[in-house]
Nanobody, 125 residues
Framework: QVQLTDAGGGLVQPGGSLRLSCAVS????????VAWFRQAPGKEREFVAA????????YYTDSVKGRFSITKDKASNAVYLQMNSLKPEDTAVYSC??????????????????WGQGTQVTVSS
């Protein structure tokens, strides 16, 4: 059974950094993509970043380009989201997800069928 365990959230001041982790277990994922989504209170779920397990360039939503970085460690089946220069508008519950979207749909949360439980990120002074 596929399981995703995400962690690393917390309270950070504006301009600070956090590193989220997503441990993936229970399957082989060579043809899959792993993504991070976030959802703030009263807002729709939003794509943040994605990477294909087999390689290739990562994908980011415009608002995090240059600040966030998604990486993967195949040896430990983990994916990380390094978040720098955090802003109050980054406050949300962040969740990792695994799926097999076509490239044009890699930002569509409906293309992902395994999800972590979510980790809260709060950016506030």
């Amino acid at each position: 059974q596929v399981q995703l365990t995400d962690a690393g959230g917390g309270l950070v001041q504006p301009g600070g950094s956090l590193r989220l982790s997503c441990a993936v277990s229970g399957g082989t994922f060579n043809s899959y993509a792993v993504a991070w989504f976030r959802q703030a209170p009263g807002k729709e779920r939003e794509f943040v970043a994605a990477t294909r397990w087999s390689g290739g360039n990562p994908y980011y939503t415009d608002s995090v380009k240059g600040r966030f970085s998604i990486t993967k460690d195949k040896a430990s089946n983990a994916v990380y989201l390094q978040m720098n220069s955090l802003k109050p508008e980054d406050t949300a519950v962040y969740s990792c997800a695994v799926g097999r979207p076509i490239i044009s749909a890699i930002r569509d949360w409906k293309m992902y069928y395994y999800w972590g439980q979510g980790t809260q990120v709060t950016v506030s002074s």
